[in-house]
């Protein structure tokens, strides 16, 4: 099965920090997963960390390089993405998560989160 991971799974997971979910762990764990990173999330730290915010003081470069060299595939982003975003219901207003729920949908995978306002999109949301 094919995940796309929102933002902050991916820096838990890159960091390997506490507040990672056990059952992402586990998840993260089996190789018949296949797992993604939007460049949405590398363009949300660059942004993020120049404001910064303290949850985000990861090189962006390093953050890329480690995630593509532990088998994570990049999803670009296209403009059926951007266009997606038209129709989402307007339940959260962070940019950056509506273009990955656009990106999960247009690519008919699944994107996991901790976030619960970002998880009561539904489908393909799946809060974990």
């Known amino acids: 099965m094919r ?8 820096l838990w997971a890159a960091g390997d920090l506490p507040q990672l979910p056990t059952a992402m762990r586990d998840l993260l764990a089996k190789p018949e997963h296949d797992f993604m990173f939007s460049a949405a999330s590398i363009w949300e730290v660059v942004i993020k960390r120049g404001l910064g915010r303290d949850d985000f003081q990861i090189d962006p ?28 219901p307007p339940v959260h207003r962070d940019p950056f998560d509506r273009i990955l729920i656009a990106q999960a949908s247009v690519e008919g995978i699944t994107l996991l989160t901790s976030d619960t306002t970002l998880a009561s999109y539904g489908a393909p949301v799946k809060l974990i």
């Open 3 to 10: 995940f796309l991971l929102d933002t902050h799974l991916l």
């Open 61 to 88: 470069n390093r953050f890329r390089r480690g995630l593509l060299g532990n088998g994570y595939e990049e999803l670009p982003i296209s403009s059926e993405h951007t266009l997606a975003v038209a129709v989402l």
